[in-house]
């Protein structure tokens, strides 16, 4: 097989690919969180901060938009995680079948289970 010759056992694939749970989506959750805080502050000044209400939203804006930022850090966490699981199970049943398959010799099918392997403990590392 074409590249097997120098003794690659496919490893060097998984090692490449970073696992990270957060990224660039959390700071796009904080610009979302600032841009909450600044309109109920925005919004606050419209009502007046002389009222009831406009001093509740004036010290309320703080607290939601520290709220929005965790819960859309928190979601885009999930839907990261939820990626990163569903390229581990394809991964882990396209490497089942390549085993399963009739054509594989016991060598490769020995380089596999490595990799099988490596992928299993990836996902009981990472809790997927």
């Keep these: 097989m074409p590249g097997h010759a120098s003794g690659?056992?496919?490893?060097?694939?998984?090692?490449?690919?970073?696992?990270?749970?957060?990224?660039?989506d959390q700071m796009n959750a904080s610009f979302g969180g600032a841009g909450t805080?600044?309109?109920?502050?925005?919004?606050?000044?419209?009502?007046?901060?002389?009222?009831?209400?406009?001093?509740?939203?004036?010290?309320?804006?703080?607290?939601?938009?520290?709220?929005?930022?965790?819960?859309?850090?928190?979601a885009f966490a999930k839907l990261?995680?939820?990626?990163?699981r569903n390229q581990n199970s394809k991964a882990i049943a396209t490497v089942e079948a390549e085993i399963n398959s009739?054509?594989?010799?016991?060598v490769r099918k020995q380089e596999l289970q490595v990799i099988l392997q490596a992928l299993r403990d990836e996902r009981i590392a990472y809790r997927l």
């Design 37 to 74: 805080g600044i309109s109920l502050a925005a919004f606050a000044d419209n009502l007046g901060t002389e009222s009831i209400w406009g001093k509740l939203f004036l010290y309320l804006a703080p607290i939601v938009a520290i709220a929005f930022t965790v819960v859309m850090s928190w």
């Design 8 to 24: 690659n056992t496919g490893t060097a694939v998984l090692a490449s690919q970073p696992r990270r749970v957060f990224n660039a």
């Design 80 to 84: 990261e995680q939820r990626e990163i």
């Design 102 to 106: 009739p054509d594989c010799s016991l």
